[in-house]
């Protein structure tokens, strides 16, 4: 559901479709704004609904835990 709410978005499509219509004088500068606002908006508010409702938080490191640093200071010792 998480990934279904990030791409259900339509921001390729709107914004050329806007600025074709835009271009070819379908629709004026203010006509313009206001649909790249809205598909803006329909991009950020499925995007805040997914965070909030349906983020994996079982994939997420656990708070307070402590990363090891000794695997990756190795790793910096052979890349020099």
Do not use: D, W
Not at 19 to 44: K, M, W
């Amino acid at each position: 559901m998480y990934t279904t709410l990030l791409m259900s978005t339509g921001l390729t499509f709107g914004t050329i479709s806007s600025l074709y219509g835009l271009s070819h004088g379908i629709i004026t500068q203010g006509q313009y704004s206001a649909l790249v606002a809205a598909v803006i908006g329909s991009a950020v508010i499925p995007t805040l609904i997914a965070n909030a409702f349906y983020l994996p938080r079982h994939l997420l490191p656990k708070r307070g835990a402590e990363v090891e640093a000794a695997p990756i200071a190795a790793l910096q010792g052979q890349a020099e």
